[in-house]
């Protein structure tokens, strides 16, 4: 049962991927990657990673999906036709993209990890799901981290107003 | 039986996928939705490996946790660069884009 949900939502993922590159429109390539995010979701989710599955599903499908619509919507305005072609390395960027994925699958499959057996599920694990063992990990050891990421979001923020609006508009 | 080959294949191929898109496409924002699916990969690697790991603390969660926030800062500076290209050039083609400062 739970290799036939691993395969269904690869697939999902990997032909929402492959739709996305492949797409000639670029609004439907957005919304390929939304169907491709929400696809890996679900295998989070196959992998008893509950909170990341709730995390992937809020800012990849909510709001960074929403974010290139915008995007889209603020540069393009006429037809949507052929606005998504490839450039003048496609052929060459396609051929390494298949070299690459044949290395990486060759050296996962030579290494072997198949054979270490998932643990099996926790019998400890606490009621709530992953979320707990996660949020008492960044408010403990990682909570220096957390606070720097925290600043990060921070300065993305001020500085896509800044780029965005221009630095003179955006003096007060 | 499903292993942990599965999951990194699995990401393999979606960091592949993302890596073309990243490279051939050629508006600005197609490339950033490879770059997406690049990071989207990787964090599987790491959540597969925190399951098949054995260790106490979920930090192979974590870690994604971290890298979704970066994603999201990523996204929201790279596409207000769009936008701003835009507004100078009038479009968003990758391959206009030849000098460093114009």
Do not use: C, W
């Given at each position: 049962?739970?290799?036939?949900?691993?395969?269904?939502?690869?697939?999902?993922?990997?032909?929402?991927?492959?739709?996305?590159?492949?797409?000639?429109?670029?609004?439907?390539?957005?919304?390929?990657?939304?169907?491709?995010?929400?696809?890996?979701?679900?295998?989070?989710?196959?992998?008893?990673?509950?909170?990341?599955?709730?995390?992937?599903?809020?800012?990849?499908?909510?709001?960074?999906?929403?974010?290139?619509?915008?995007?889209?919507?603020?540069?393009?305005?006429?037809?949507?036709d052929g606005s998504n072609g490839f450039n003048r390395y496609g052929i060459i960027a396609g051929l390494v993209g298949l070299a690459l994925f044949a290395l990486l699958a060759r050296a996962v499959t030579v290494a072997g990890a198949s054979r270490a057996a998932p643990p099996a599920d926790v019998p400890q694990a606490p009621a709530g799901g992953s979320a707990v063992a996660i949020s008492n990990l960044f408010l403990g050891q990682l909570a220096l981290p957390l606070e720097a990421s925290a600043l990060l979001l921070l300065a993305a923020l001020a500085g896509a107003v800044v780029i965005g609006k221009g630095r003179e508009k955006s003096k007060c | 039986m499903l292993g942990l080959n599965h999951y990194l294949v699995l990401a393999a191929l979606l960091f592949c996928i993302g890596f073309i898109g990243a490279v051939a496409k050629r508006n600005a924002i197609a490339v950033l939705m490879g770059v997406e699916l690049m990071l989207n990969g990787v964090n599987l690697n790491l959540v597969a490996f925190d399951r098949?790991?054995?260790?106490?603390?979920?930090?192979?969660?974590?870690?994604?946790?971290?890298?979704v926030a970066v994603a999201a800062a990523e996204v929201a500076v790279a596409l207000a660069m769009i936008l701003t290209l835009y507004r100078k050039r009038g479009n968003t083609n990758v391959d206009d884009l030849e000098g460093l400062k114009w």
């Open positions: 049962m739970e290799s036939f949900l691993f395969y269904a939502f690869a697939a999902l993922v990997v032909i929402s991927a492959l739709a996305m590159i492949l797409s000639r429109n670029l609004v439907h390539s957005a919304l390929y990657m939304a169907a491709a995010f929400l696809g890996m979701a679900f295998v989070y989710l196959l992998l008893r990673a509950d909170y990341i599955a709730v995390v992937q599903i809020l800012v990849y499908v909510g709001a960074i999906s929403i974010l290139f619509v915008f995007g889209i919507m603020l540069t393009k305005r006429d037809r949507m | 098949f790991g054995n260790h106490a603390e979920p930090l192979g969660q974590a870690f994604a946790v971290f890298i």
